[in-house]
């Protein structure tokens, strides 16, 4: 069975300093994979999504970049953080682009 | 970008009675239209879905209607009971899923 595995489950950074989450999905190939923000009142907001290894589609401009360096991982980063950074980040897979989106567990992030 | 819009915010309503969610989308390319329910704490999790060639689908107390002339889609859950209460969120996808803000129901005993 498929499973996809975020990390870490919460985050406390400052302001200014680098970021990566990283996330990664067993037990199929060459899924979508998707990074959304949930913020309050915000609902989920795609960031970034990937057919493929290399491939990136970004939807908002943003402080942050995701990459696929393997086939089953998907990272997202930023190179200096901002307040408004803070968020609950959940990564998600799927087999083809309009098929159901698995979810991770999420990492909550809080940039002080 | 696709854009979708979901009403209400928040939804309020009594044990058994019924809730309704409504959602509309942009894109006429857009031709996947599911339904995830997010309780406190938890990941989003698909409760149903519905495809473009379907106008309606049923599972049990949940159904989903969708009229792609109008561009709006709908959540129908019957006989609630307060484990339904949870954040709904509703999705349209042309590349990628795109989420509506979603709706916090709230079910009273």
């Known amino acids: 069975s498929q499973t996809i595995h975020q990390w870490p489950a919460t985050l406390v950074q400052p ?9 990664t999905v067993e037990g199929t190939s ?5 990074w959304y923000r949930q913020a309050a009142g915000r609902g989920l907001q795609l960031l970034f999504y990937s057919v ?20 089953r991982q998907f990272i997202l980063s930023s190179k200096k953080l901002l307040l408004s950074d803070s968020g609950f980040y959940l990564c998600a897979w799927s087999v083809h682009r309009r098929t159901e989106a698995f979810f991770g567990q999420g990492t909550r992030l809080t940039v002080v | 970008g696709e ?7 928040t939804l309020s309503v009594q044990e058994g009675d019924s809730a309704v969610i409504k959602c509309t989308y942009s894109d006429s390319a857009s031709n ?13 999790q698909l409760i149903i879905d519905i495809r473009s060639n379907v106008g309606e689908k049923k599972d049990q ?3 989903v209607t969708l009229n792609k002339t109008a561009k709006h889609f709908s959540l129908h859950i019957t006989e609630t009971q307060p484990e339904d209460s949870a954040v709904y969120f509703c999705a349209a996808s ?14 009273t005993p």
């Not at chain 1, 060459?30 to 998707?34: D, G, R, V």
Request: glycine share 8%; net charge neutral; with cysteine.
């Open chain 2, 32 to 44: 996947y239209f599911p339904w995830y329910k997010q309780e406190l704490g938890k990941r989003p």
């Open chain 1, 52 to 71: 493929g290894i290399g491939q990136i589609s970004s939807e908002v401009p943003q402080n942050l970049s995701a990459s696929r360096p393997q086939d």
């Open chain 2, 61 to 63: 107390r949940i159904a």
């Open chain 2, 3 to 9: 854009n979708v819009e979901q009403h209400p915010s």
């Open chain 1, 30 to 34: 060459n899924p979508n994979l998707y």
């Open chain 2, 94 to 107: 042309m590349d990628a899923l795109n989420f509506g803000k979603g709706t916090s129901l709230l079910v």
């Open chain 1, 15 to 23: 302001v200014g300093s680098p970021l990566s989450l990283e996330c």
